[in-house]
T-cell receptor, first 114, second 113 residues
Framework: AQSVSQHNHHVILSEAASLELGCNYSYGGTVNLFWYVQYPGQHLQLLLKYFSGDPLVKGIKGFEAEFIKSKFSFNLRKPSVQWSDTAEYFC????????????FGAGTQVVVTP | DAGITQSPRHKVTETGTPVTLRCHQTENHRYMYWYRQDPGHGLRLIHYSYGVKDTDKGEVSDGYSVSRSKTEDFLLTLESATSSQTSVYFCAITSNWRQETQYFGPGTRLLVL
């Protein structure tokens, strides 16, 4: 069973629009949470991560994510996207019973049109 | 970018042939991982290593073996390649598997005919 769910597989939006990508995980214990981005033809790069502390995490390139423990969610947001944000976005989780083993969601392909 | 290279970057092979992919790091990180990326599945862990000669299975290890004889190199072998192993393979490294981020290599695109 998929333990990390990304609700949208494809998102198309215009430049300057706001972006929100959903991520839910199914584990009741302590987790570390990540968002990775893969630009066309490139390898995965870390956007942001949450280990503990402030549940609102800011990452690179204007992205942020909010950890809501009660909802088992870690949604990614960006207020105003650019054409260069076209990429595939992956949510990933590590769990107390399997530290170091990243479990990825299926990914969301985001296309930003000029 | 983390010092990770993968070779080859692209490979076409035939069903039934053995294939070895190499991951090389210059960061002296203890932990190394092999993932495969397939549409609709994200990345899935094949095998990982927590030190020289110390390896363990991941989520999709059937048909794959690994070896790590030096800190800097982690080899992934497909004993007898099948078409279902057509995929993009990524290596990742980290220095601390509890608190540190995994950094990914550029990937190897493998096509099994």
């Amino acid at each position: 069973a998929q333990s990390v769910s990304q609700h949208n597989h494809h998102v198309i939006l215009s430049e300057a629009a706001s972006l929100e990508l959903g991520c839910n995980y199914s584990y009741g214990g302590t987790v570390n949470l990540f968002w990775y981005v893969q630009y066309p033809g490139q390898h995965l790069q870390l956007l942001l991560k949450y280990f503990s502390g402030d549940p609102l995490v800011k990452g690179i390139k204007g992205f942020e994510a909010e950890f809501i423990k009660s909802k088992f969610s870690f949604n990614l947001r960006k207020p105003s996207v650019q054409w260069s944000d076209t990429a595939e976005y992956f949510c990933a989780v590590t769990r107390t019973d399997s530290w170091g083993k990243l479990q990825f969601g299926a990914g969301t392909q985001v296309v930003v049109t000029p | 970018d983390a010092g990770i290279t993968q070779s080859p970057r692209h490979k076409v092979t035939e069903t039934g042939t053995p294939v070895t992919l190499r991951c090389h790091q210059t960061e002296n990180h203890r932990y190394m991982y092999w993932y495969r990326q397939d549409p609709g599945h994200g990345l899935r862990l094949i095998h990982y290593s927590y030190g020289v000669k110390d390896t363990d299975k991941g989520e999709v290890s059937d048909g794959y073996s690994v070896s790590r004889s030096k800190t800097e190199d982690f080899l992934l072998t497909l004993e007898s390649a099948t078409s279902s192993q057509t995929s993009v393979y990524f290596c990742a490294i980290t220095s601390n598997w509890r608190q540190e981020t995994q950094y990914f290599g550029p990937g190897t695109r493998l096509l099994v005919l």
